[in-house]
């Protein structure tokens, strides 16, 4: 059977993965601070609502919707313009919200609040794209390991059975060391932001993408004014 593909429309991205996400995938984009989490789910929503007309969610559980609309206007992407024309959606999800909602006598558990909201949203705008930045926040609320695998691979089922949807998790990447999260779902990404002689250099790298013939290189990508743009005809050697 073919697996149809989502594509991310991100220059040279595609050709690395076999042309697009799979189908109600769920990807874990990972990486350590500044490596450009935030701008590549971004941008994979900016195109689809742009270019493909698939509406996106973005939950934002750390910065403001502001900070990321800010942000979006620096890649020279205008979000509230795609937020009015009802293809894109900036979620506030950040603790402090919750705080803010609890305080109105409601009895929902952080959890179960993030992912209604996302489901209520998705529903309103049929969304086809949903990022959640970042699992990390979500996670944090649990008092131990057994409880968070859980809940995350609730989550990750949920995701996967939302219609035609692609969705991507973003994870603030603390050790080197291989970490639950990226058992839990069925692709990763790693970006990577490393030093080098002369500078810092930035590397993508599929470390598994389901039913995926994908590159097993790192390649070099750039950020630039229009965004994240990867060269796959190049490779990065680390070590
Ligand atoms: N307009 C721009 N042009 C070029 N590069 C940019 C631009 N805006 C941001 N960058 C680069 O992208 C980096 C931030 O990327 P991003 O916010 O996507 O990372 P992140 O992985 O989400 O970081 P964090 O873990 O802090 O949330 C900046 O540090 C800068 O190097
Ligand atoms: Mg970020």
Redo the contacts with the bound molecule.
Sequence with gaps: MRIERVPSDVPGLDKIIGGGFPKQSVTLIS??????????A?QILVNGAKQRNEPGVYATL??TPEEIIL?AS??GWDLKHLEDKGVLKVLDLRPSRFLEFKSRGESETFFSWVWNSIRQEVEKIRAKRVAI??LNVLSAQFQNEYQSRRAVMNLIEALQRLPECISFL?F?QITMERTMEEFLTSSVII?H?VPVKNGMIRAIQILKMRRTDHSENFHPFD???KGIKVNPNETVVFF
Excluded at 31 to 40: A, E, Q, V
């Design positions: 990486g350590g601070p500044g490596s450009g989490k935030t701008t590549l971004l750390t910065e942000n620096s890649f930045d970042s973003l603030e970006l932001y950020i630039t004014s």
